[in-house]
């Protein structure tokens, strides 16, 4: 009974839900706590998940998949084409870098073939898709110098599975291992004719999408069935992952060229969406997975062979990406961040491990070897960055010469601003031209060396730290702006600063309505849809431009922005219940209607022609 799927399935959860909040509470990441949840139920600790384990551990890989899928929804060609500088230029030099110089160091300090030390060198040069992206997420750290940088080089890498991958069925004899039982379809044909079925299969997902799937997903739309669409999603995953299977390729790829295929149909944001809450949750279970496939074993085995090669390959690793980053003019501490968070291997190189063992290209003691120092380097990742943070970043700030984890706030004002980018410099310099000092706090250094330049005071520090904000002065200050880029960490500031600053007035950014009814839920009133407010002004000239008076419509624009965030406001209470926010939403929108109707009806006939030009003025007249 203990075996069942629905068994493992509840040790999974329960391990999450029980380790992740702690992880969290010590300030660790939440990838740190889904790790040590599967080191501790695995089968060489407690021993609840063994090998019957493995079919949830099949379901959880459907977590990097949709990941995948959803980064290949985020890549429209326009996009790549903006990157491309990055992704190739960076991506490449690390690549044939990293591989060059881990196959030259293994060539010549281990006995191994030429093919098995090429398999070992191209497989961890590969970082981890799934590790770096959700760290970068959770640190607020995706629109960084170092968050586009690590975002480019995964990128390439995501792609250079795919010759890789193909490229791999040249390097064997042509005799496949008898005993493994991850058979292809095409095991058994010879090495070209693999490759060529590879490619061919690229190629038909690739037109199959563009011909077949979007026309399907139209077909699906006018349902207007939600939960079709949804399952119609998901079999697009599933089905692309299948195919890819069949000819022995990772489903991981698949769902990544779906994805790409799609990024620029209408059905993007739909898709994006369904997605989302099923990648979130699988990713989960697939950290909880490596956690538990460390094979304590195997390590106790030769547990010095596996310590120094994880150390020796990090190493190198770490300092290639240095090299690259310092290539690319990265300041000091983005790149010391950038080199720790893409140090480590990747998930697909237990793909590539794998598909060399099915073709008899390394020994299975050695296979297993290296699939622990990928588990190991997953593993330490978290750790690693804990430690720049701690005990190596405080000496490469924006003030490299500043013995500080952040700069010295050296003044004391009324108001303080957390995020300067778009958004939060906008509001700094409406400020400031009406005399109004502000103490700006932003994390990105680059961006703090730039706007320095420009003439801006900024102080380089992460305002999620209570520290850096009572060294800012809100203890003293009257108003706090959150206007952070990341909508997750904006809303921990704003949390924070309402916890340990009760007297402060907060105004903070909301990105859509989704963030605001996390801000009303918090108790913050003073919320700043971004969206609605340049909507409503382009909707206001659109109101001009039809025959309204400039007055009429700015009028309208702002009661309409007064209903809106009221109608927000009593629909927080209902965001959670699917069919209670669509009514609410829709009575609102009535009553909205109605009530704008009567405001300007009111005003007709009134004399609000005063912000109208002259010249407009005097051509009505003569009309």
């Not at 080191?39 to 379901?59: N, R, S, T, W």
């Not at 299969?201 to 079709?228: C, D, N, W």
Request: glycine residues 8%.
């Amino acid at each position: 009974m203990t075996d069942g799927f629905f068994f493992q399935a509840i040790i999974y959860l329960l391990a999450a839900v029980i380790c992740v909040p702690v992880a969290k509470k010590l300030g660790l990441s939440s990838i740190l706590g889904y790790l040590f949840a599967g080191i501790i139920i695995g089968p060489y600790v407690l021993g609840l998940i063994g090998q019957e384990g493995q079919d949830i551990m099949h379901f959880a890989e459907f977590g990097v998949v949709m990941m995948l899928f959803l980064i290949g929804l985020e890549l429209e060609p326009y996009k790549f084409w903006r990157m491309r500088k990055f992704i190739l230029g960076m991506g490449s030099l690390q690549l044939v870098l990293t591989a060059g110089v881990l196959f030259t160091v293994c060539s010549v300090v281990m006995p191994w073939p030429w093919e098995t030390t090429f398999i070992i060198a191209v497989a961890l040069t590969l970082s981890s898709t799934a590790i770096v992206m959700q760290t970068l997420k959770e640190k607020g750290l995706a629109k960084t110098s170092m968050g586009r940088s690590s975002f480019a080089i995964l990128l390439f890498q995501d792609i250079a599975v795919i010759p890789i991958l193909a490229i791999i069925p040249l390097l064997a004899d042509g005799h496949v291992s008898g005993n493994t039982i991850h058979q292809s379809l095409i095991s058994n044909y010879p090495n070209w004719l693999q490759t060529i079925i590879v490619f061919g299969t690229i190629g038909f997902v690739y037109i199959s999408g563009r011909y077949i799937i979007i026309p399907l997903l139209h077909i699906v739309a006018k349902t207007r069935l939600q939960e079709m669409f949804t399952a119609s999603a998901l079999l697009l995953v599933m089905g692309v992952s299948f195919i890819m299977q069949l000819v022995g390729l990772s489903p991981a790829l698949g769902a990544f060229i779906a994805g790409m295929v799609l990024a620029n149909s209408e059905f993007r944001h739909e898709l994006e969406g369904d997605i989302a809450p099923f990648k979130g949750l699988l990713l989960g279970l697939f950290f909880i997975g490596v956690g538990a496939s460390i094979n304590f074993n195997i390590m106790m085995a030769d547990p010095v062979f596996i310590i120094i090669f994880t150390t020796i390959f990090n190493s190198i690793k770490f300092l290639i990406l240095l090299v690259v980053g310092k290539i690319y003019k990265k300041s000091s501490d983005q790149n010391l961040l950038f080199g720790f968070a893409l140090s480590q291997a990747g998930e697909f190189g237990f793909v590539i491990f794998g598909f060399a063992l099915q073709l008899n290209l390394m020994p299975v003691d050695l296979s297993n070897q290296m699939m622990a120092v990928i588990a190991i380097s997953m593993v330490g990742t978290p750790f690693l960055l804990l430690i720049n943070e701690k005990w190596i970043d405080p000496y490469f700030g924006v003030k490299e010469h500043n013995k500080n984890k952040y700069d010295h706030i050296e003044e004391n004002n009324e108001v303080v601003i957390a995020g300067f980018g778009n958004f939060g410099s906008t509001i700094g310099r409406l400020l400031k031209a009406n005399g109004i000092p502000a103490t700006i706090l932003d994390m990105d250094s680059d961006r703090v060396d730039s706007l320095r330049k420009m003439g801006f005071k900024v102080y380089y520090g992460d305002a999620s730290r209570l520290e850096l904000l009572q060294a800012a002065g809100c203890e003293n200050a009257k108003l706090f702006i959150a206007a952070i880029d990341n909508p997750q960490v904006n809303l921990y500031v704003s949390e924070l600063v309402k916890k340990h600053f009760p007297h402060l007035k907060i105004l903070a950014r909301a990105r859509n309505r989704n963030d605001a009814f996390d801000l009303i839920n918090m108790g913050i009133n003073d919320f700043y849809r971004e969206n609605l407010y340049s909507a409503v002004n382009l909707g206001i000239d659109a109101l001009v431009e039809m025959g309204h008076r400039r007055y009429t419509a700015t009028r309208q624009g702002q009661r309409f922005i007064k209903y809106d965030e009221a109608a927000t406001r009593r629909l927080a209470t209902d965001r959670h219940d699917k069919q209670m926010l669509i009514a609410g939403t829709l009575k609102e929108i009535e009553i909205q209607e109605k009530l704008l109707r009567q405001d300007l009806y009111a005003q007709l006939g009134g004399l609000d022609h005063s912000w109208e030009s002259a010249e407009r003025r005097k051509e009505e007249n003569e009309n």
